[in-house]
């Protein structure tokens, strides 16, 4: 089994993605994350780019990481100069990567048109950089820029760039689809080219995504003799992205049997979320292998298909990636998908057909009016036991109200406070309160927690991390319903909840109000008053 080389670029090439700015706290993360995952070489930055990539090489722990080998990125000398006079090979070899990955020039128009100086002097360049990098104690990967691009134009002068790397003791020759305008049939045969012309270099291949075909383009090249593909996670990249090694690493050790990480591929679903989480970047729900949607299934038939044989409809075990199954809740759901998603519940046990048709019915109801339950599982499951007339019951909301009022400070200067009135009653007891806040849903929600902390003090671990509001008929202008999905936690759990309602504050409110309930819930509070406590086990 041929073992590839997996080099992540996400912290050099990932981080020119439009909207990732990592600091060093981040970049060490996410090389704690890599290395972990098992991936094999990690592009920490350009040392001497910014003051971010400087302090980055110098913090990392390079004896903690049990898998990975940091690598610096940097560039060919200038032309005509010497090597021992170049800012940039004296930045990187003072760095403290023992991999020293430098690009150079493949393309006959590059080096006429952007570097301006002759082809003879390129090939110096290259020559003497590489060397003089060994000279001072450095292993060095060369990317051949531009290489697909130039091998098209002048295959002559591509190969001989390649081969002059080689020859002055490159030990990776990466062959770069710079601007990501090749097709995979092109990149099969450049690769095999090169592989034929130089049997004793190791070939690796950069794509970038700009034709919708970087992982098409990898697979190919590794087909063709690559042992070493670069990348990103999620595949972030400038442009249109790089390589996405979610994506890849699955295609090449679970589709095509090349050994790549080993049983450490469980750990890419969890990896890909981490450090999305950490570029501040939200996860394409859509991504193949580790996108939340990626196992999902929605139509009743697929449902039922894959509670009798998974195959019917999933490529391959989404445990196999760390991804997990999942069954949607609509109005296309059939008795199967909610029987799949009943087996998930934390509180609802013992449900009968019976009691599945009063679910099903309920909900394509509910969705009829612009409800979502696919991503409010916390509202599903109190769905769930109010249909089934087992909810707990903590609090009754006997009414609420905002009131929005402006403050001028100054000619230049006008605060908007937002007023919140609740009104609850809690077993005997009628509770009214108010609060101000930050707009009226900050408003209601610290009313109603307000009036209930003292009954229930669990509220104050609550949290809300996210809150969404989705337009459901934008024909209907400022009068449209929207939908309100917030998300909850309590330091330890994470919960989603849906609102819906002409009125986004009354929307927004419902939420709420479920989000509470189900923190409740989950914290083991006990129920004033239930339907059925014996059917409600916390």
């Given amino acids: 089994m041929r073992q590839i ?72 000398r200038k032309p005509n100069i010497k090597e021992a006079d170049d800012n940039v090979l004296k930045m990187l070899v003072n760095s403290k990567a023992e991999i020293i990955t430098i690009f150079g020039k493949s393309w006959d128009f590059q080096v006429t048109e952007a570097l301006n100086t002759t082809l003879e002097e390129n090939l110096n360049m290259i020559k003497g950089s590489i060397k003089f990098l060994i000279e001072n104690g450095k292993k060095v990967f060369f990317d051949c820029e531009h290489f697909f691009d130039g091998f098209k134009a002048n295959p002559e002068y591509a190969l001989l760039v390649a081969k002059t790397a080689h020859e002055a003791g490159a030990e990776r020759i990466i062959l770069c689809d710079t601007n990501g305008g090749c097709i995979n049939n092109e990149i099969y045969k450049i690769t095999s080219a ?31 003799g690559a042992c070493q593909v670069q990348g990103c996670i999620n595949g972030y990249g400038e442009r249109c992205g790089n390589t996405n090694i979610c994506s890849l690493i699955p295609n090449l050790q679970l589709k095509k049997n090349y050994n790549v990480i080993g049983e450490n591929i469980s750990k890419l679903y969890n990896a ?40 019917t409809y999933e490529h391959i075990d989404p445990n196999l ?47 009829w009016q612009g409800f979502a339950f696919e991503g409010a599982d916390a509202s599903f499951e109190i769905l769930v036991m109010k249909v089934l007339n087992r909810q707990p019951n903590f609090f009754n909301i006997l009414g609420f109200r905002v009131i929005g009022d402006t403050i001028t400070l100054s000619d230049l200067n006008r605060r908007t406070i937002s007023e919140a009135s609740v009104k609850i009653q809690i077993e005997d007891e009628i509770i009214h309160t108010v609060s101000e806040g930050d707009g009226p849903v900050n408003a209601l929600d610290k009313a109603l927690r307000k009036a209930i902390v003292e009954k229930y003090p669990e509220v104050l671990k609550f949290k809300l991390d996210d809150f969404k509001v989705r337009i459901l008929d934008s024909k209907a202008a400022t009068g449209a319903p929207v939908r309100v999905t917030i998300e909850s936690s309590d330091g330890i759990h994470k919960w989603d909840t849906v609102g819906v309602s002409e009125n986004i504050i009354e929307a927004s409110y419902g939420a709420i109000v479920d989000s509470i309930y189900y923190g409740l819930i989950l914290q083991g509070t006990k129920s004033i008053k239930s339907n059925n406590d014996a059917a409600f086990t916390c």
């Fill in 5 to 76: 080389e997996i080099y992540d670029t996400t912290l050099r090439d990932g981080a020119q993605s439009e909207g990732i700015n990592y600091s060093v706290s981040d970049k060490l993360k996410i090389i704690k994350k890599l290395d972990k995952l098992g991936i094999h070489y990690i592009e920490a930055g350009w040392p001497g780019a910014n003051p971010v990539d400087n302090e980055v090489f110098n913090a990392i722990d390079y004896d903690s990481l049990k898998n990975a080998k940091i690598a610096a990125f940097g560039c060919t």
């Fill in 194 to 224: 090169v592989v034929e012309a130089i049997p004793s270099a190791i070939i690796g291949i950069h794509a970038h995504n700009d034709s919708d075909l970087a992982i098409a383009n990898s697979l190919a090249s590794v087909d063709a």
């Fill in 272 to 311: 890909s979320r981490q450090i999305a989480e950490i570029s501040n970047k939200s996860l394409n729900a859509s991504m193949p292998y580790v996108g939340r949607s990626a196992f999902a299934h929605k139509a009743g038939v697929h449902a039922s298909g894959v509670r009798k044989n998974s195959q």
């Fill in 321 to 367: 990636v760390g991804n997990s199954r999942r069954f949607l809740i609509s109005d296309q759901a059939g008795s199967a998908s909610i029987k799949e998603r009943l087996d998930g519940l934390k509180f609802v046990q013992d449900v009968s057909d019976e009691d599945i048709k009063k679910i099903i019915d309920e909900i394509k109801k509910l969705e």
